[in-house]
């Protein structure tokens, strides 16, 4: 039982892995355009982390649907200082600036993409 539970895990995790994630995006490139007229999504996370890598499958699908949003995954595992820059303290953690720049939502761990279409729909991204 427990080898039939190994292997489909592992099949799971292969599935997982084969799906597109939202590309990185350096966050002091970022962070000049936050707060110039248009909303902001910001993924925070990690490429080993499960949860982060499956909320970069989700924001990759939104993102097809809706290339119009500004949504950004920044990577703490390289860029360590901006965790402390942003106050984050777990992974995932998604922040929305409004258009002006304030942070209007913070959230930690996974979100589904009903939950994330009705936050873009609230903060008119």
Same mark, same amino acid.
């Given at each position: 039982m427990k080898f039939i539970i190994s292997l489909f895990?592992?099949?799971?995790?292969?599935?997982?892995?084969?799906?597109? &994630?939202? #590309?990185?995006?350096? $966050?002091? %490139?970022?962070?000049?355009?936050?707060?110039?007229?248009?909303?902001?999504?910001? =993924?925070?996370?990690?490429?080993s982390c499960h949860s982060c890598v499956v909320m970069g499958h989700t924001l990759y699908d939104? &993102?097809? #649907?809706?290339?119009? $949003?500004? %949504?950004?995954?920044?990577?703490?595992?390289?860029?360590?200082?901006?965790?402390? =820059?942003?106050?984050?303290?777990?992974i995932p953690t998604q922040i929305i600036y409004d258009k002006t720049g304030k942070e209007v939502y913070r959230h930690i761990g996974l979100l589904s993409k009903a939950e994330l279409e009705k936050l873009f729909e609230t903060y008119a991204f």
């Open positions: 895990l592992l099949f799971m995790l292969e599935a997982v892995a084969e799906k597109p &994630s939202l #590309k990185e995006s350096p $966050y002091k %490139l970022v962070k000049p355009s936050i707060g110039q007229g248009k909303p902001f999504f910001l =993924e925070i996370g990690s490429e939104v &993102s097809q #649907k809706h290339p119009e $949003y500004n %949504l950004h995954f920044i990577n703490v595992k390289k860029e360590r200082a901006v965790a402390f =820059e942003l106050s984050v303290r777990m």
